[in-house]
């Protein structure tokens, strides 16, 4: 019953340092810029890992044809695209993918046997 307890002191030990690799990580994302696009390229979003919008850019050409409900769905469709992918780069980054390693809660559930 308390043969993790070891593992409980270790994790609180290394408490400071998986923050600071938590705030690092968060940084991190905060720079990654991820593209997503509809139409052709004709709508482009671009998303954080934070997975904030940073930036549409609309093809001058859609505004010009009218097309409203067209124009929405395009950038909604790039808005989603370039989130998604944000949010599987972030996945990626919390476990591991950009060095923010996770052994104290490793330690903690042996055999990757998480809550």
Do not use: Y
Request: proline fraction near 3%; aromatic fraction near 2%.
């Amino acid at each position: 019953m308390f043969e993790n307890l070891g593992n409980l002191a270790e994790l609180m030990r290394n408490a400071g340092k998986l923050r600071e690799q938590m705030e690092q990580a968060s940084q991190r994302l905060g720079a990654l810029r991820i593209e997503g696009e509809a139409g052709g390229g004709s709508v482009k979003a671009v998303a954080n890992g934070r997975l904030e919008l940073i930036s549409v850019r609309i093809d001058p050409k859609l505004v010009s044809d009218g097309d409203v409900e067209l124009l929405e769905d395009l950038v909604t469709s790039a808005v989603n695209q370039a989130i998604e992918k944000a949010r599987q780069e972030a996945a990626r980054a919390m476990t591991g993918g950009l060095g923010l390693g996770m052994s104290g809660l490793d330690a903690l559930f042996p055999g990757g046997g998480r809550p």
